[in-house]
């Protein structure tokens, strides 16, 4: 009996346990933070939620709908008359008269409807992949931002925590009689200015949330993961490259060159209005006094009079086919100043990244820390030490800056370049 009692406690403390290791084991998985944001993750959130995809899309299928009945024929007529006299006299039949009809367009007028409507529609799809190619630029820049601006409050907290020490030193040796009082204050002052960058850093910071909030469809006080870093690329494929990468494959110039063609078979719809429609009936005419003929069959045509409006009409069409061309053609020259001014930007804004990193990073860091020893062995000044603290500060998040100018402009490079170089342009982040 002992022996299963005990056997029994054996049983209720193993489970217990087990419980205790599952509830310890949940809390720390829940405390676990949150996964770092990547570039290419807050892209993949933004196409999947923001909702003006979904209104791009519903905008192609409304397009993709009316191409398809865009070559339908008119629906048939059906027509009944009565000779109202004829209802309550005897001696005549009742005069009913019934007719069916159908209107056959002009040859080529129903193949150039159709036409048009598809030019629309490939209008609708390259608009929807214009707004995707919008969306991720807007995300990589947004991201470009949130990881600088976290970066920088880290430095900036890093050296307020500096600042802090060197006031505490400053105001031993002006207790010891060995420093001025104008030190520890000069300090102070230092350490205050660098708490207003910190409160400057941290509203541009919450500003940028809400922009990755708002292109997400995320409420404005969703909290964001810190970002993993700012994704660097050495090189990028050659001016001339890019440039004919922006002419073929941007989605806004492929827009205007559906909606042209779509202007094209509306002008020579304009021009076969000049031709008559053809109107097919069958009639069953009641009020004839003959059996025989009272089924008959006929054919009607329209008659386009008035060549002015007919004129107008074509020359409207026409004006507007010529307008999306000069459109295309203005578009096309912009694009290439702005891909050769992205360039150019990129290629500022990378140079400077590599001097930070290769030089003056070392540079700043090996004259605070001069200036750190001579004033730790009471040789130094206090403002020498300052300064070099804030040229410190200047240097990093200079060298962060640089980054994030070159990630952005390599964004707007894919963005002109329409997703055609994106595997040569955006580089994975890394921590």
């Known amino acids: ?135 991720a630029f807007e995300a990589r820049s947004a991201y470009a931002d949130w990881a600088y601006l976290g970066a920088a409050l880290r430095i900036n907290q890093g050296q307020q925590e500096q600042l802090r020490t060197l006031v505490a030193v400053a105001e031993q040796r002006y207790a010891a009689g060995s420093g001025t009082q104008q030190e520890p204050l000069a300090a102070q002052v230092r350490l205050m200015r660098l708490r207003e960058a910190q409160w400057q850093l941290e509203a541009q910071r919450e500003a940028v949330r809400g922009r990755i909030n708002a292109l997400r469809q995320a409420p404005m006080e969703h909290a964001l993961p810190d970002a993993t870093g700012i994704p660097v690329r050495t090189q990028t494929p050659e001016l001339s490259r890019l440039m004919a990468a922006a002419e073929r494959n941007h989605p806004a110039l492929s827009v205007l060159d559906a909606r042209a063609r779509s202007a094209d078979s509306q002008q020579s719809l304009r021009d076969l209005a000049r031709r008559p429609d053809v109107t097919l009936s069958a009639n069953h005419v009641g009020t004839l006094p003959r059996e025989p003929y009272r089924t008959q069959v006929g054919v009607a045509l329209s008659l386009p009079l008035g060549q002015d409006k007919y004129d107008a009409a074509t020359a409207s069409a026409r004006a507007q086919a010529d307008a999306l061309r000069a459109e295309r053609a203005d578009l096309a020259h912009r694009l290439r100043a702005d891909v050769r001014s992205a360039h150019a930007r990129w290629r500022a804004a990378e140079r400077a990244r590599q001097l930070y990193a290769d030089t003056l990073q070392s540079l700043a860091g090996q004259s605070r820390d001069a200036a750190l020893a001579l004033y730790s062995r009471g040789r130094g000044d206090v403002q020498a030490v300052i300064d070099a603290e804030t040229e410190w500060l200047a240097v990093h998040t200079g060298h962060l800056r640089s980054q994030r100018d070159a990630f952005q402009t390599l964004a707007e490079l894919a963005l002109l370049t329409g997703g055609a170089l994106d595997a040569q342009l955006i580089p994975e982040a890394r921590p």
Not at 40 to 65: D, E, F, K, P, W
Not at 71 to 95: C, H, M, N, Q, W
Not at 96 to 116: E, M
């Open 1 to 135: 009996m002992t022996q299963f009692s005990c056997c029994g406690r054996g049983r209720r403390l193993a489970a217990a346990s087990m419980l205790l290791m599952a509830a310890v084991s949940g809390s720390l998985a829940a405390a676990e933070p949150p996964s770092p944001l990547t570039s290419q993750a807050l892209v993949g959130q933004v196409l999947r939620a923001n909702a003006s995809i979904a209104a791009y899309t519903a905008h192609q299928r409304a397009r993709s709908a009316e191409a398809r009945s865009a070559d339908a024929l008119d629906d048939p007529r059906l027509s009944y008359a009565i000779a109202p006299k004829s209802v309550d006299d005897p001696s005549v039949d009742t005069g009913h008269i019934v007719g069916i009809s159908q209107t056959l367009p002009w040859p080529g007028k129903r193949a150039l409807r159709r036409r048009q409507a598809e030019a629309l529609v490939d209008a609708a799809r390259h608009g929807l992949h214009a707004r995707r190619r919008e969306l």
